[in-house]
């Protein structure tokens, strides 16, 4: 695990494997269509621990329509001092942040329960298991997240659901380490929960829903999985931009193995460092040939014998657009990634695949800022590509899968994965 020596205070965090997703789990663009996607009944119970200016309770509540929702937080936002470039005073208009939450939930005033207080304590007095989603956004501490969730799984009923806002291990802005995946992790892993869906949102504070194990979507019911990004320019990938039979996997060998991609094939890769993948591609894929491109020298030979390459020095210019499948490791420089970005592109078949390693923000090992996820919004949103499959990988190393628009699974009547 890349990333376990930065963070010696958690507990070796599990890899959730495809095992522990339903079958349809699916990719949306943000966690606004991941909730309204969860089969959640009109008229229940919903709960959010840590709703600060009351903006997603609303959304709760309009889309959910809930008899209640009860509404946990600490309530002390007007106290801080500096809250990116505001103060607690200017974010709540002057009132303590309680009074600012209950005017804005004024027009659900009847359905709106306030509980004031530390979660590790609020939460105890509502294990009954009679919550048909629970949502967390709490503090992001791990032993704050622990606690929280180990109360909220008592607190979903056997057809709930319990989704976890910022499952990510850096804030990508201030790279602050954040305690959601080691958590959501064991609770998949060893807690017989299943993942139901994922929601990248802006700025990848992504959302991972949940259901138990033996939960009626498990077999066969809707599931749903999100994708979306926007950090400064970057641009934002909504849901029109994503297949309809886009599905999430536990790992990037899963996600490329699912893709219609022919035996005897031409496949690429693009790589920063030797023996990444290539052994994988070649066994799993079967291609005719197998090119590897150095993104820091240059780009390898073709060679009959996938296995084997030839260094060379330069990047060719004359690279045909024939492949059926270019994987790509473009690194975390802007500058590079741009470059290899629109190489790859061009190297892609009409019914190719394009897939991009370590679509993230920060570094969770590094903790430095990385450009991919700018390069592949704006090829998705501005270029006509679309997103056709996504990866978690272990601490969230993720994968992202594209085609062209025109490419037949973009036809609504198509699926990805491989039957």
Known sequence: MRASGNYPHWPKIPAIENEHLIDEARV????????ASLPIPRGGKIAEIGVWQGAFSTFLIEELQPRRLFAFDIFTGHELN????????????GLTHRQFYEKEMAPFGDITVVVEGPSG???????????DLVYVDGGHDYEIVKEDAEIAVKMVSPTGFLVFNDYI?????????????????????HGDWRVVGYALNEHLFCDIALCRA???????A??????????????????????????????RKSLVASLPIPRQGDVAEIRGEEGSFSDFLASELQPRQLMAFDRRSGIT?????PKRTTETNSMPSDAGRDFDLVYVDAGNDFDVVQATVNFAANLVSDTGFLVFHDYLLRNPTERNACAVVAVVNDLVVNKGWR????????HLYCNIALCRSDHPLARPAEAIAKT
Request: hydrophobic share 40%; aromatic share 8%.
């Open 387 to 394: 997103v056709a499959g996504y990866a978690l990988q272990e």
């Open 222 to 251: 809707r599931g749903a999985l999100e994708i979306t990004a926007d950090l400064l320019q970057i641009a934002t990938i909504e849901n029109e931009h994503i297949l309809e039979g886009a599905r999430v996997f536990a790992n």
């Open 301 to 305: 030979e073709r060679s009959k014998e």
């Open 28 to 35: 949306f663009a943000n966690r606004k269509s991941l909730i």
């Open 169 to 189: 291990m850096l804030d990508p802005g201030k790279g602050e380490i954040y305690g959601i995946v080691p958590v959501v992790n064991d609770l998949v892993v």
């Open 82 to 93: 500096d809250w990116n470039g505001y103060t607690g005073q200017q974010l709540f208009d």
């Open 121 to 131: 304590s609020t939460l105890r007095g509502y294990t009954d298991h009679s919550f």
């Open 214 to 220: 033996d939960h009626p979507c498990v077999h066969g």
